[in-house]
C-alpha cells in the first residue's frame, strides 16, 4: 500500500494504525513548510517592484521650494511609505520566519526517521498556523504594493497582476487559512490543559514555554516598547543579534525589526490593552516612533530590495527594473511587443475590408 508508518496485513485483514496518528499528516506539514518558505519570495517580488518604481516616479514639487530641483519622488510621501515601507520589513520577517520553519521541519523529519514522534504535535501546529500568517500578509501585501503604485499597478507590464493572479490560491491550498488556524487553537488549548495539570515540570517547545509564562503574576505595563528592544524580543523572537554585520546594517535591521513590531502592534492595538502588555500612552505613541523608522529606513529602501537579487526576468516588470529604465521598457512593451501593432485598419469605412494586407509584408522585404 506504499505505506510507511501503516500496515495492512494481506492474510489476515489486520490493519495496524501508525504510532503517531499525525504522521499520516506529514505530506502536508512538508507543503505547508514550504509554502510558508515561499511567501517571503513573492512578496519580496512584489515589495522590489513598488520600491523601485516609487523611487523613479516623481510627481508634484515641493510650494516652498523655489529651486530648480525635481520633482518629489512618490517614495518620499509619507502616504506611500506607510503602505510600502511596513511591507519590507514584513519580507525580512517573512525571511527568518522561513528559516526557523525549514529548520523545525528538518530536524523533527530526522527525529521521526528514528521513531521519534513527539515533536509532530508542534510541527503541525506551526506548520498550519505560519501557512495562515505568512500568505495572508504576502496575498494583502501584493494587493498593496499594486494600489501603491496608482493607475501603473494594474497595467499588465507591472508584473504584479499575473503575481497576484497566480498567488491568490495559497491562502486557501493546503488547508484553508480559517480552517488550519482553528487546528492551532485546539493544539494550544491541549496545551494549556496539560501545563496547568502538570505543575513543576519544564517544558519543553515553544508553545508550553509562552503558557507557561502567562501563568505568571503580572502586575500591569512592565515593557517599554518604544525604546527598549529586549522589551520587543519578548514578542517577536529575533536572530539579528547573531549577524556578523556592520554598525550601520544592523542599526538598519533593527529599524526594520521594531517598524514590523511596531506596526503589527498597532494594527492588533486591542490585543495589546486588553493584556495589559502595554499603556494607552505607549500605544499613541506609536505611530509617531512608526513614521520616524520610516524615515529612517527610506534612505537605504532600494538597497535593502536589491539584496534579494530578483533577476529581472523573474519580476517581468517595466515598473521594477534593476536600471530604473521604466518608460522606455513600457514603450517597447506597447509599441515593439504588441501584435496589434502589426495590423493596419482600413479607415475607409465603407470598404469591406476591414484590415489591410495580410501582415506578413514585412517578411519578404529585401534586407538591405
Known sequence: ?????????????????????????????????????????????????????TTIRRQFKDKDDHSEAPETSVIDYSTVQIRILPLLATVFALHFTGQVMKETFLSNRERIAQNDFSGMAELHSLSSGLKSLCTDLAANGIETCRRAMGGHGYGGYSGLVQLNADYLSKPTVEGDNWMITQQVARYLMKVAKRITEKHGIKQETRAEKLLEKYQLPHNGTNFNILKDHSALADAFEHRAARMNFGQETINVMWDLYTLFALFTMQNNALEFIQTETVSLDQL?????????????????????????ALPDYLLDSSLGRYDGRVYEDMFHRAHDLNPLNRITVNPDYKNPELVLGSGDGNAILAKL
Request: aromatic share 8%; proline share 6%; hydrophobic share 45%.
Open 284 to 308: 499613541n505613541a506609536v505611530p509617531d516612533r512608526i513614521f520616524e523608522l520610516m524615515r529612517r529606513i527610506r534612505p537605504h529602501a532600494v538597497r535593502l530590495v536589491d539584496v534579494w
Open 1 to 53: 500500500m506504499l505505506s510507511r508508518y501503516a500496515k495492512l496485513d494481506p492474510e489476515t485483514g489486520v490493519y495496524t494504525k501508525p504510532e503517531a496518528p499525525n504522521v499520516v499528516y506529514g505530506s502536508l506539514t512538508e507543503a505547508r513548510s514550504r509554502i510558508v518558505n515561499h511567501a517571503r519570495l513573492v512578496l519580496a517580488r512584489a515589495v522590489t517592484v513598488a520600491v523601485r518604481y
